[in-house]
């Protein structure tokens, strides 16, 4: 007998293969009629017709990575909200409660780093 | 369904939808909104000369992209580059899986439908960040980085706004959240179901506003702002590879816009107030049929809202779009979560 919570997810998979054929397919089709002269002019980097300085892979701001942490603490709080939001029903008030808490102090986090002026694009 | 299929058959029979219902509509919302409503409003008429009306004037354009030479930069990592439009699409394809079209018409209905979508929608970050850092191009790089700062960004109101919907319908299936729409009441009133873009109607703005920004659509196209980045991570793609890129772009904006309809304008289903009137159930089997053709139109409509905002907003500065992001949608959504709960308790 197959299992059918894991067929469906062998659809996920073929899916995700299926995706890679179409984009092989137009790529490879492409690849039949497209020219191929590479000259040293077409092959540097485009940088608004200034030749480039240095590589193309230069610091950035620290501030994409305190982004980035902020969106992991909400990302995985959203985990465990959806759990609760489809079981809310039978959980009635007592999970109310619990969820109002957990937001509030979520929600102290973001004001923390609001205080603390990390929010700031500048 | 009173015929058997193998399940090789059934896959394959699903695996071909999958590629009319990404290409297809991706391509008529091309022709229908980029060409033509943004022509009519500014006031130009847009492709005329290909076929009637200009009908054809996409498969001329695939044809030049066709022919164009597709050019690897030397300083390049020529394997993140060239993979960074497979992972793009991967997130497209694997993002319809979860949208059903009719009571049997669905590709699969995960149980945790919603989650998953929302999970693989943050894949195409992953492609545009290989696209930018790929390249070895400054402009590619600051674009990239943009492109997952705003990504993450919206990512959460996107998420917090869909909770309120889960909330009132207490699952996470895509079939079960069109069924409890269609069985809904509001106040012992059947006769439109329960849309939830009634009761929810905070949450559908979020989560507009953030697809506008997961699309990086204008007014949120700071990715690709042409007047500051050249045209951000995509400056060095050329040919194929960048209309891929384009094809997600539009096929996912399509994709988004089935979302919305499946999570608050009620999916497949017509109003009770229709059914009733030809006597029929709504998730008789006749909504194989109909289904399809019901969320192609409440697409469209969605779609349209898109474009709309897309065609007469100016872009946003990168700081107003953070502050915009943290400052106001994610409270609200915050609020819009605790709201939705404290009356489905006291209800």
Redesign the interface.
């Known amino acids: 007998m197959y299992s059918d919570f894991l067929r469906d997810y062998l659809i996920v998979v073929l899916f995700g293969v299926l995706a890679f054929v179409v984009v092989g397919a137009f790529i490879g089709l492409a690849s039949l009629v497209r020219p191929d002269r590479p000259t040293p002019a077409k092959v540097t980097a485009y940088e608004s017709g200034v030749d480039p300085v240095d590589g193309g892979w230069s610091q950035s701001q620290i501030r994409y990575y305190i982004f980035a942490l902020l969106f992991v603490m909400f990302d995985v709080e959203a985990v465990f909200i959806f759990p609760w939001a489809t079981r809310l029903e039978e959980y009635g008030m007592f999970g109310l409660v619990e969820m109002t808490i957990f937001i509030f102090i979520l929600a102290l986090g973001l004001g923390y780093a609001w205080r603390k002026g990390v929010l700031r694009w500048v | 369904m009173s015929v058997e299929l193998a399940?090789w058959q059934s896959?394959s029979i699903?695996?071909v939808f999958?590629?009319v219902a990404v290409l297809i509509p991706a391509g008529g919302a091309v022709y229908l909104y980029l060409f033509k409503m943004m022509s009519f409003m500014q006031s130009r008429l847009g492709p005329m000369e290909a076929g009637p009306y200009g009908s054809m004037q996409l498969l001329a354009e695939v044809g030049k992209?066709?022919?164009?030479?597709?050019?690897?930069?030397?300083?390049a990592d020529k394997l993140v580059f060239a993979l960074a439009?497979?992972v793009v699409?991967?997130s497209?394809?694997?993002l319809?899986?979860v949208v059903p079209f009719g009571p049997d018409a669905y590709?699969?209905?995960?149980d945790v439908g919603v989650?998953?979508a929302?999970a693989v929608s943050s894949v195409s970050v992953l492609g545009i960040l290989m696209a930018g850092?790929g390249?070895?191009?400054?402009?590619?790089?600051?674009g990239g980085?943009r492109a997952?700062?705003q990504l993450?960004?919206y990512?959460?109101p996107m998420?917090?706004a869909v909770?309120g919907v889960?909330?009132q319908a207490?699952?996470?299936s895509m079939q079960g959240i069109v069924s409890a729409q269609a069985e809904g009441e509001i106040f012992g009133f059947g006769g439109l179901g329960n849309p939830f873009i009634i009761t929810q109607f905070v949450g559908f703005a979020i989560f507009m506003i953030a697809v506008q920004a997961e699309l990086s659509m204008t007014p949120f196209d700071m990715p690709i702002a042409e007047s500051e980045l050249?045209t951000g991570y995509l400056?060095?793609y050329s040919?194929?590879?960048f209309?891929?890129f384009f094809i997600g772009e539009f096929a996912t904006a399509n994709i988004f816009a089935f979302f919305a309809s499946v999570l608050f304008l009620g999916g497949w289903t017509v109003p009770p107030f229709i059914t009733d009137i030809f006597g029929i159930e709504y998730d008789d089997a006749i909504f194989n049929v109909l289904g399809p053709i019901v969320m192609l139109t409440k697409m469209l409509l969605v779609t349209f809202l898109v474009y709309w905002a897309r065609f007469s907003y100016p872009r946003f500065r990168?700081?107003q779009?953070?502050?915009f992001a943290?400052?106001i949608l994610?409270?609200i959504s915050?609020v819009n979560?605790?709201v939705t709960?404290?009356l489905?308790?006291v209800f």
């Open positions: 399940y896959t699903r695996l999958a590629l992209w066709l022919q164009k030479e597709d050019i690897f930069p030397r300083k439009p497979y699409l991967l497209t394809f694997l319809v899986l590709f699969v209905d995960l989650f998953f929302l850092w390249s070895a191009n400054k402009y590619s790089l600051l980085l997952a700062g993450i960004a990512e959460l998420v917090l909770v889960v909330i207490g699952t996470l050249v400056t060095e040919g194929m590879r209309l891929l990168e700081d779009l953070q502050r943290w400052k994610i409270p915050l979560i605790f709960g404290v489905k308790v």
